[in-house]
Structures are given as C-alpha cells and as structure tokens.
C-alpha cells in the first residue's frame, strides 16, 4: 500500500490555506485544513470606541466588507436596542445583494468553472466548450463576469460612497438616503444584471427559472438547448461528467442565519429575515429555529491560548499561542453549533430557507460539490427578485427617514450581537461594550464554519470531512481537491488555481 503525504496550497485573499493530506492507494484518509496566517481584529478593537468596529471589521474581507459593515452595525444596535428605519434596512438589503451577486458570479465563472479546463480532462466532450468560455481572459463566461461584476458593486458606491471598505451603515440606519437619481441608477444595473443572468448564465426567463422544483424537473430542463448551451447548464454538465454529484457530501448538518432582514419588521430582537434560518439536523432531516446561544468555538487544535472544551464567543478568547511541534496545526478555530459539525453557504441558506428544487436535489442526492455551487448560482435569482421588490419599495416610501440617530444616553454598557448571510454563509459579530469602550470581540466567519479543525472531542471539520474518501488521481496535480474545496467558495478568491510553490510530498511503504 502506497502512502502519500500531500500538502497542498491554495491562493488566498484574505487568509492562507493549506491543505495537509495523508493518501492511501490515491484515496485521502486523512486531511487537516491549515489556516497559516492570524486575523488579529479581535484584539485591534478591544479598548476602542464601539463605532471604530463601522470602520475596521470592513476590512476583514475585501470580498464581503459590506457583510462584515452589516454584521457590526447590527451588533452595535443591538447591544443599544437602537430601533432601524426601514429605508434603512431596504438600502442595507440591497448593497449586501449586490455584494452577494459580484461574489457569486465570480466565484462560479472565474474560480471554480476554470478548473474545467484541466489538462488531464482535454478529452472529455465538452472541454473545448469550457476552453472558450471560461479561460481566463479570453473565455467569453470569463470576460463578461468580469465586466458585470464591475458594474453590479456600484451599487454599494452609490449609497457608500466606494466599494469595498465602506462605512455608510451605523446605529441607527444609513448616512444616505435613497433620492431618484440614485433608484434610477440601481435599477438600470440590477436590470443590467438580471438581462445578462437570464441570457448568459441559466438560458431562461427568471420565473421559469424559479418555478423549477424537482429534481427530475431540472434534469429534463439541462436537457433543452438553451439551458444546456448557457453558463450554468455547461458547469452543470461538466460537473456531473466528472462525478462531481456524488463528491463531499461532508457533515449532513447546516447552518443558516436567514437572508435579509424584514424591513417592516426589524426591531428588537432583530431576528425577522424575508428567508428563514435556522439549523438542518442531517440525522432527522428537520430543520430547527435558530439559537445562537447555542453556537461556541473549540481552540484545542488551534494556535490559540488553550481553554477547555467549547466557549460561547461572548466568553471566548482569542489570544495567539504559536505552538510549532504540537498536534495544534491552524489558526483558525473550530466553531460548533450545539456540539456538531456543521457547514454553511448557499446550499444550506437556500435548503432551509425553502427552496423546493434544492431540497428536492438533496433529497435525491445528498449534499456533494456540484450542488453546493449549483446553489450559489441559484441564490443569485433570489437576489435579483429581492432587489427589485426593495428598490420598488423605496420609490413608494422615499420621503420617509433613513437614519434615526441614537440619543447619546442609548450607547450604553452591554452585549449585542449581528447575524447575517454573507456571500459565504453565516457571519456573526459578538461584542461586548464595558465602560464605554469595546471589551470583548468575536468574529465567527462562514468560512472558519466550514473549515474548522478539530474540536476538543476531535471531531473533524467539515472540509476535512468531505475530503476523507475522495480519490486523487494524481498527487501532482490534485484537481479534485480544488473541486472540493472551491465548491465551498473558500475565503481565498482572488486566484484561480493552485500555486505551484514546490512540492512537499512523500512516499512511504
């Protein structure tokens, strides 16, 4: 029996990766998912004002900073019970679809879609179809990807000011109203996009999109030439020619904070999202309301000052302790929800928040790397409807407030937290305010959900999980590792491949 230890580097935004794998007879047995760099804004804010968080925590990403702008606010209100007009929340909904749009168009057409064109798959039927629209620069899916991306984040510049690192969003609501001008703009680029969705990437109309609800539905309808020729109905095909759908199922159990808060219903305890969340339980197949106080980080295996078993991130702590030599490999920390591994990301948002295709698709083939970014390009659809239903409400309530400004006796002492549906899945911000200045803060991001390590039980993380039992045909060029992990739209999206940084593999008997 050939073993291999494979360490594999994927490229990063904000954060490095790697990928620490033990091969047996080309099969993974075992895989740790390293995190190598530390974030440090746990520590950056503590001492600070609390509204220094409206302009720092954007910066954790530069993919979702109007996420990150969105979770801390609502923190922030909530610790304050500050009530939010809402205008307010319907221009927040709206910035954080356009973010959620660029995110998930360029995470399917120009980091996971490229992979297609593999070397290693230059005889399959459709590899020439997947060379002339998604290499990178002259595919046609690829430059135009490109351009409408560019175009859907103004957007965000028109209520922000810029993109990304915006600060527009505090207590309260938003320091720009929506006005004509800016409504006018908004709709000719959603209109721009869903023109540009309904030829390019599904082939159809957005209703009948929409109105697909099973699974043999979908298949007769991958099947039609339209469909079949667009963008998706090409991933679609190449996907499951590769086996894609019976690839890293993972943790059956998900996550889901809800989509979009209700605007005509926001107020404390702030939990009213237009798309429900809520948590999967993979063993009964129910999906159960959301708890947070259910939600805790685990540090045993990670580069963390030790603490015993699972924190609530009110009463976590994230003290760097570099241990080289020991069994801790990350920097990332392992959060759980009620002591279960969970994943997130569209496929969990949109299979507990009710979509009957989705569920319908994983009822018929359990979760797997096709349906994951098959979901993300669904989610899109979503989106488009949402923003067009908020910015039409906007019109009909435009001289109403955008931004009720908290009495300075509000900003008082006490804990709040923010939950929302970044582009990755489920972002939450805990803070906790002592004498007027931040004491305690706590980041859990999508990805630290699906890429954990393990817990102090020495339960793997999800990625780990999904990699176990998946067969690498050729250690050298570890394609289906990227399949894997780029179907979770891994916080590292600004390169399309794996870096060729030098080899550190070996063989033993």
């Known amino acids: 029996m050939a073993r291999v230890e494979l360490n594999v580097n994927l490229n990063r935004v904000e954060g490095d990766l790697e990928l620490a794998l033990s091969l047996e007879d080309g099969v993974v047995v075992e895989a740790r998912t390293v995190g190598t760099l530390y974030r440090g804004f746990e520590q950056i804010l503590v001492g600070r004002s609390p509204r220094d968080a409206l302009v720092l925590t954007p910066r954790v990403c530069g993919i979702c900073g109007t996420a990150h702008l969105y979770t801390a606010v609502l923190a922030l209100e909530h610790a ?57 620069f002259s595919g046609r899916v690829h430059r135009e990807t490109l351009a409408i991306t560019r175009r859907v984040v103004e957007v965000v510049a028109h209520f922000g000011g810029q993109w990304p690192h915006s600060s527009y969003m505090v207590p309260g609501g938003v320091t720009s109203p929506a006005d004509a001008r800016r409504l006018l703009a908004c709709r000719t680029i959603f209109a721009e996009v869903r023109e ?41 095909r190449c996907a499951r020619d590769l086996g894609l759908q019976r690839m890293a199922a993972g943790t059956p159990h998900m996550i889901s904070f809800g989509a979009w808060c209700d605007p005509a219903n926001w107020d404390a305890p702030h939990s009213a999202r237009l798309m429900p969340g809520g948590f999967y339980d993979g063993d009964t197949g129910c999906i159960a309301e959301l708890d947070q106080a259910l939600i805790n980080e685990h540090v045993r295996h990670s580069w963390f000052r030790p603490y015993s078993g699972g924190r609530h991130p009110w009463q976590g702590e994230t003290i760097p302790d570099y241990q080289p030599g020991s069994d801790r490999y990350t920097w990332a920390k392992a959060p759980r929800y009620a002591d279960k591994v969970v994943q997130t990301g569209p496929l969990a948002e949109l299979l507990i928040g009710g979509d009957a295709l989705i569920a319908d698709l994983y009822a018929t083939e359990g979760g797997n790397a096709w349906l994951r970014q098959f979901a993300r390009v669904r989610r899109i659809a979503y989106e488009l409807v949402q923003a067009e239903r908020h910015l039409h409400e906007l019109a009909e309530h435009l001289g109403e407030p955008h931004i009720v400004n908290p009495a300075k006796n509000a900003e008082i002492d006490g804990e709040g937290y923010g939950l929302i549906m970044a582009a990755r899945g489920a972002l939450g911000h805990w803070l906790r305010i002592r004498d007027g200045v931040i004491e305690k803060y706590q980041i859990v991001t999508p990805t630290a959900w699906n890429a954990s390590p393990r817990d102090s039980a020495g339960l793997p993380g999800h990625w780990e999980q999904s990699l176990v039992g998946l067969s690498v045909a050729d250690p050298d060029d570890p394609v289906e590792i990227g399949h894997v992990i780029r179907s979770h739209d891994p916080c590292l999206v600004c390169t399309v491949h794996m870096l060729e940084t030098g080899k550190r593999w070996r063989f033993l008997p």
């Open 80 to 136: 304050w019970r500050v009530p939010v007009p809402a205008n307010a929340t319907r221009i927040r909904n709206v910035c954080l679809i356009a973010e959620g749009i660029q995110n998930d168009l360029r995470q399917t057409f120009l980091f996971f879609a490229p992979d297609f064109r593999n070397a290693r798959y230059r005889d399959r039927p459709w590899f020439a179809a997947a060379e002339a629209e998604f290499a990178p």
């Open 196 to 236: 540009w969705y309904e030829r390019i990437v599904i082939g159809a109309p957005l209703d009948e999109w929409l109105a697909l609800d099973s699974a043999a539905g979908y298949f007769e309808w991958l099947e039609r030439p339209a469909h079949a020729a667009s963008a998706l109905g090409l991933v679609s």
